[in-house]
């Protein structure tokens, strides 16, 4: 099956600083999104991004599916960040997988 | 108006009982999923149903049973609770099998 990486597993930035998330998938998908999930343990959908940009305020999400990659951008940081990235692909199977995620800290 | 919703919230129960979770969308959506998040944060799908219809039955065991009385609900009942079965459990919903996914609050269930 698609195995998806994402990195880096952990990230500490300061408040007012930008990032980039990495997620790599080993097979052509048709579905691709970004979901936040905040230390409440809420899951956010942030992007359905199987090919192209998207923006969508201080977050913007870039995949390239040729090259099976997608990046997400956070621009000018804030604490409300904080919590777990995660990356989840789908192929024909139309079965998301999900990558382990990078647990981002944003400290003020 | 909560879009996806979940109950309970929280489930402490004993090992060997039987409990379910009940499971709402208020979007009209037409599909909803099934997910298990372990204790590192790992998620897995377990079922999706698309109007009612079973389409995703992942290799889980058989005392999991889900529900769709109709396309706006979606039950989990879990037979003879393990140690192991002690999870966070989501809900979510798409407009279609490949759609963007909206998840419910999620319950945390205890086995003691």
């Known amino acids: 099956g698609i195995q998806v990486e994402q990195s880096p597993p952990d990230l500490i930035l300061q408040e007012g600083a930008n990032s980039t998330l990495r997620c790599n998938f080993s097979?052509?998908?048709?579905?691709l999104q970004w979901f936040h999930q905040n230390p409440w343990g809420q899951l956010i959908n942030l992007f359905y991004?199987?090919?192209?940009?998207k923006q969508n305020g201080r977050l913007s999400a870039t995949t390239v599916a040729t090259e099976r990659y997608s990046l997400l951008y956070i621009s000018s940081s804030q604490t409300t960040d904080s919590g777990v990235y995660f990356c989840?692909?789908?192929?024909?199977?139309?079965?998301?997988?999900w990558g382990l995620g990078t647990s981002l800290a944003v400290n003020p | 108006d909560t879009a996806v919703s979940q109950t309970p919230k929280y489930l402490v129960t004993q090992m060997g009982n039987d409990k379910s979770i009940k499971c709402e969308q208020n979007?009209?959506?037409?599909?909803m999923y099934w997910y298990k998040q372990d204790s590192k944060k790992f998620l897995k799908i377990m079922f999706s149903?698309?109007?009612?219809?079973?389409?995703i039955n992942e290799t889980v065991p058989n005392r999991f049973s889900p529900k769709s009385p109709d396309k706006a609900h979606l039950n989990l009942h879990i037979n003879s609770l393990e140690l192991g079965d002690s999870a966070v459990y989501f809900c979510?919903?798409?407009?279609?099998?490949?759609?963007?996914?909206?998840f419910g609050p999620g319950t945390r269930l205890t086995v003691t």
């Open positions: 989840a692909v789908a192929g024909n199977n139309r079965k998301l997988i």
């Open positions: 097979d052509s998908v048709n579905n």
């Open positions: 991004i199987p090919s192209g940009t």
């Open positions: 979007l009209g959506h037409d599909t």
């Open positions: 149903y698309n109007n009612k219809e079973l389409i």
């Open positions: 979510a919903s798409s407009w279609d099998r490949e759609g963007q996914q909206y």
